[in-house]
């Protein structure tokens, strides 16, 4: 007597599979979107501190600092190599906000979109962070 159930198992494995796979790739876009953002939040936090630390009160147009800072939150360096690729995919220079204050530096990220599998996220002012200037460079 033959068995009617033969293909039954390879056919449930195919209805599995595909909810299956709708669910690990929506665990990787969450996965890489927070990865994403954790990553530009330590770089905004890095080019905070060193503009923080770098920053003349009695100066607060240097360009140059802004220039450095904005390197650092794009590059994750002062002065990056022409081939540098960004910290996070897509972002570049123009996109990094940084406003030095007679007390403080706010660094912040605006009109950047952060691509995933299939969305995106726009990051409009965030993340931001603000330090209070030092009295100069740290020696």
Do not use: H, W
């Not at 910290?87 to 007390?103: F, I, K, R, Y």
């Amino acid at each position: 007597m033959r068995d009617n159930r033969r293909g039954s198992a390879l056919i449930e494995f195919a209805g599995s599979l595909i909810l299956l796979s709708g669910v690990f790739a929506g665990i990787f876009q969450i996965g890489y979107t927070f990865f994403a953002y954790s990553t530009l939040v330590n770089s905004v936090c890095a080019g905070a501190r060193y503009g923080s630390l770098q920053s003349d009160p009695s100066n607060p147009a240097n360009v140059d600092v802004i220039k450095r800072v904005r390197n650092l939150v794009v590059f994750g360096e002062l002065a990056p190599a022409p081939s540098a690729k960004p910290v996070v995919p897509g972002l570049t220079t123009d996109q990094v906000n940084v406003t030095l204050g007679p007390a403080t530096v706010t660094v912040s990220v605006k009109g950047f979109k952060l691509d995933s599998l299939f969305s995106q996220m726009k990051l409009d002012g965030r993340p931001t962070m603000t330090f209070p200037l030092t009295n100069g460079p740290a020696k």
